[in-house]
């Protein structure tokens, strides 16, 4: 019995670094989820500038993942193209509120047909 007691007492650390690491990436994941949401929406509006522009100028809520923490998203977009068909960037980042740490982040360019 002193034996197993002692294995569980060494065990111990190693359980909660797990359990530690289980809830981080957790939130990561949902991070990662919400990014390629907005990735996604971006694609799927009207191929004019008006319309990507107003997308990107909207308020995104905040979210609070099953283990609590709250994430913002922050997004911005370029320019819209001098001569069209053309590109703009999108770039989109979710941070986690509680620590101001931006956990995923990424860009992409957007096709645009028209200014409206």
Known sequence: MFVLAL?????????IAGLKQSAANAVLTSATHILASRLDQVRLQSAS???VSAFAAASVPD???TSGAVLRVSQSLGGCPATYPG???YSVSVL???TSAVLVSASTLVFIQSAN
């Open 7 to 15: 294995l569980s007492l060494a065990l111990a650390p190693a359980l």
């Open 63 to 65: 979210f609070t993942d």
């Open 49 to 51: 500038c008006a319309s």
């Open 96 to 98: 986690r509120t509680d």
């Open 87 to 89: 590109t703009v960037s």
